[in-house]
């Protein structure tokens, strides 16, 4: 569905990625980790169009749709919480106003070539509206919004009459109404209580039948709904198949197979230079050590990725009452 290909981006002195690829596929479950500001925002701005990169391609198939909910939720006033979740898709309204306009004009009378346009075109955006959910556009906003939090008695309130915490609520409500076939969901868990979790596990895992790639600190929920996980770190991105608990265990091991062969490379090219800086002057060895100098000039070296180092302490017990120090 999407393609990311040898993608590289540099902001300032950082370089965030250096010729990397990622595949979103039809019904794939994917989490996306890693640390701040390694680039996980701005894979989403790439695929958003939002953001390019300095070098690469990123590709599309035909008829993706794309939904964002990022933790910018942007303007929100004037209209009513219903109205609002619904104008997220303002262009389904706007086709089934077009259709409301072309069943007014069949009633009239016509030659028979306009009608036959006429249905021919009304027959397209029918079958378009249905496919997209048109039709329970509005029962599918109210169940949303009741999923995460938000009532039939509030329905038409003003959005302005909200706090922040639940636009944010609104503005997921908005995503997951639009019910696009590509899900990308950055932090979609903060601003909400366990009951609004439970009720978005449930949907993104038995209702949303999309592709889903989706940042999440709550690692739990990432593991009940996520299938593969894509590490952003050190320029790189890197595939995991399976969640987030298995990420941890299979990334422990492979940094163990790293550091093993990095030790073994270190120590070839430790005895490479040995040999070359005692046989150098000896004229009866320059064959030999130019072979050597060649073939470690042409080794890719072996790079240990920097990973957070985790402080570890513990606060000692405190006496009790009436107890001296």
């Not at 999923?147 to 503005?171: E, Q």
């Not at 908005?174 to 596990?201: A, C, F, G, R, Y």
Request: glycine share 8%; charged share 25%; hydrophobic share 40%.
């Amino acid at each position: 569905m999407i393609h990311l290909t040898g993608i590289s981006k540099q902001h300032g002195s950082r370089m965030l990625f250096k010729n990397a690829s990622l595949q979103i596929l039809p019904g794939t479950r994917t989490g996306l980790v890693g640390a701040n500001g390694t680039g996980k925002t701005s894979l989403f701005r790439f695929i958003m169009g939002e953001e390019e990169p300095d070098s690469g391609e990123i590709s599309f198939s035909k008829k993706v749709k794309l939904g964002y909910f990022s933790q910018d939720v942007g303007e929100m006033s004037g209209g009513s919480v219903l109205a609002e979740v619904m104008s997220a898709a303002s262009d389904l309204v706007a086709l089934g106003e077009r259709m409301k306009e072309m069943e007014s004009a069949m009633a009239e009378p016509m030659d028979e070539d306009a009608l036959s346009t006429l249905l021919e075109t009304y027959g397209e955006a029918a079958e378009e509206f249905e496919s997209r959910g048109g039709y329970d556009l509005e029962t599918r906003a109210q169940t949303v919004l009741t999923g995460l939090g938000i009532g039939p008695a509030d329905y038409h309130r003003p959005v302005s009459s909200f706090s922040g915490g639940w636009k944010m609520r609104i503005a997921l409500a908005k995503i997951l109404t639009l019910n696009p076939n590509v899900l990308l969901l950055d932090e979609p868990t903060n601003h909400l209580d366990m009951e609004s979790i439970i009720w978005l596990e449930n949907w993104l895992v038995t209702d949303f039948k999309g592709a889903l790639l989706m940042t999440c600190h709550d690692h739990d929920f990432m593991n009940r709904v996520v299938s593969r996980i894509i590490e952003v770190a050190n320029s790189a991105i890197t595939s995991y198949g399976g969640n987030y608990d298995f990420y941890v265990r299979e990334r422990e091991i492979r940094l163990a197979q790293l550091l093993a062969s990095h030790r073994r490379q270190q120590e070839m090219l430790a005895k490479e230079e040995d040999f070359i800086a005692r046989f150098k002057a000896r004229a009866s060895h320059a064959a030999q050590v130019q072979s050597r100098i060649k073939k470690i000039e042409k080794i890719e070296r072996i790079e240990i990725p920097a990973y957070q180092q985790v402080i570890r302490f513990q606060f000692s017990e405190l006496p009790g009452p009436g107890m001296m120090w």
